[in-house]
């Protein structure tokens, strides 16, 4: 007899899409995120049978394996790339066209023109306050002896700075979302 649970190909029909742009936005790697989504699917699967929700909850059921798979890659994924590295071993690549067609399903060019709209609404202040912090990943005593200010002023200009990138993406996925 078959495991109860979510219909896993109705899911992957109905979210499959909208999972892998999830990913995909979150590692901004394509190949990253095509193996976290093969990797949810599998997962979710595999556990349809201990899923006690309601049909309303699939979905956030099926989010929350892909938010786990995300956190465990981050875990575990400088100290694989080193080992993988040590050994000599490549991760295989993606066909480019296979690439092309997960940036464009999951709308990463126009996220980039959205953050990219959004940099430049910034002030000459954040914006430098946030490619220092986000882009050349310096801490913020670093960020702020570089700006001259203090350790307190730049956590608020990235801060104000996030924000305002948050809202334009926010428009951007809302705008994306009426017209999927």
Same mark, same amino acid.
């Given at each position: 007899? $078959?495991?109860?649970?979510?219909? @896993?190909? &109705?899911? %992957? =029909?109905?979210?499959?899409?909208?999972?892998?742009? $999830?990913? @995909?936005?979150?590692?901004?790697?394509?190949? *990253?995120?095509?193996?976290?989504?093969? /990797?949810?699917?599998?997962?979710? +699967?595999? =556990?349809?049978?201990? $899923?006690?929700? =309601?049909? /309303?909850?699939?979905?956030?059921?099926? %989010?929350? *394996?892909?938010?786990?798979?995300?956190?465990?890659? %981050?875990?575990?994924?400088?100290?694989?790339?080193? &080992?993988?590295?040590?050994?000599?071993?490549?991760?295989?690549? #993606?066909?480019?066209?296979?690439?092309?067609?997960?940036?464009?399903?999951?709308?990463?060019?126009?996220? !980039?023109?959205? *953050?990219?709209?959004?940099?430049?609404?910034?002030?000459?202040?954040?914006? /430098? &306050? #946030?490619?220092?912090? #986000? @882009?050349?990943?310096?801490?913020?005593?670093?960020?702020? =002896? !570089?700006?001259? *200010?203090?350790?307190?002023?730049?956590?608020?200009?990235?801060?104000?700075?996030?924000?305002? +990138?948050?809202? @334009?993406?926010?428009?951007?996925?809302?705008?994306?979302?009426? /017209?999927?």
């Amino acid at each position: 007899m $078959f495991d109860k649970g979510p219909d @896993v190909k &109705a899911l %992957y =029909s109905d979210h499959g899409d909208e999972l892998l742009r $999830f990913l @995909v936005r979150r590692t901004g790697d394509t190949e *990253i995120a095509a193996d976290l989504w093969g /990797e949810t699917f599998a997962q979710a +699967l595999g =556990s349809r049978g201990r $899923f006690r929700g =309601s049909d /309303e909850q699939e979905v956030a059921w099926l %989010y929350t *394996i892909a938010r786990r798979q995300l956190a465990r890659y %981050y875990r575990r994924g400088e100290a694989e790339c080193r &080992a993988m590295q040590r050994l000599g071993m490549e991760r295989p690549a #993606i066909s480019a066209e296979t690439e092309a067609q997960i940036v464009q399903r999951a709308g990463l060019d126009e996220m !980039r023109d959205a *953050i990219a709209a959004g940099v430049a609404m910034l002030s000459d202040g954040a914006r /430098e &306050a #946030i490619t220092l912090r #986000i @882009v050349d990943e310096l801490s913020y005593s670093d960020l702020a =002896s !570089r700006l001259a *200010i203090s350790e307190q002023a730049a956590r608020l200009r990235v801060s104000r700075g996030m924000r305002t +990138l948050a809202r @334009v993406l926010d428009v951007q996925t809302l705008k994306e979302a009426r /017209e999927g």
